[in-house]
């Protein structure tokens, strides 16, 4: 790999952690190519990518940037995965690949410029998807409006039953 190419490269992948949201460093000695594959195909479902590149490069493009935390990180057979989109989804997909596939070896991340442990990933993993949250959200928005409408409706309700109990206990006397 010439000169160029190796700038070409690590202003690839500058450029994929100037947009990314979290990432992830892992180990995957040993991991087949169709296994690999097979992982590269279900992130980029989910709009996040696994790399595979030189420790130097990867120490050159993360320079100056949040992710530079992950540098003592970068040691061995390196695959870094980025997400664009939801940040638990890749911690996710890594995590359950990781359980079928023990090759694939989680080291580190970061989200938001914190680092992250293997712990960390695998806690952020049980998070629900962004998809449920959001309509957990949208469910509990809609409960407080028709709790506050039923209440409101049961005032009038009220008076129009003592009004109704009230007519009756009228008539009753007459009779």
């Known amino acids: 790999m010439n ?6 490269v690590v202003a690839d992948l500058s450029g994929k952690f100037a947009k990314a949201k979290i990432a992830i460093v892992s180990d995957y000695r040993g991991l087949t190519v169709a296994g690999f594959e097979q992982l590269r195909r279900e ?18 493009a993360i ?7 992950l540098s003592s990180h970068l040691e061995g057979t390196t695959a870094i995965t980025v997400s664009y989109a939801d940040p638990v989804a890749p911690a996710k ?18 989200l938001d410029g914190k680092p992250l442990t293997t712990d ?3 806690a ?7 998809e449920v949250m959001l ?16 209440v409101l409706n049961a005032i009038p309700l009220g008076f129009l039953y003592a009004l109704q109990a009230l007519k009756e206990k009228k008539e009753q006397e007459n009779n």
């Open 135 to 150: 309509a957990t959200v949208l469910s509990v928005m809609q409960a407080v409006p028709t709790s506050f409408v039923r």
């Open 63 to 69: 320079e100056g940037t949040p992710y530079e935390i």
């Open 43 to 60: 992130l980029k479902k989910n709009d996040a990518e696994i790399r595979v590149a030189k420790n130097t490069l990867l120490r050159k």
């Open 93 to 110: 997909i890594l995590t359950e690949f990781a359980k079928d596939h023990p090759e694939l070896q989680i080291r580190s991340g970061v």
């Open 124 to 130: 952020l993993s049980t998070l629900p998807s962004r």
């Open 3 to 8: 000169r160029n190419e190796k700038a070409a």
């Open 120 to 122: 960390d990933l695998k």
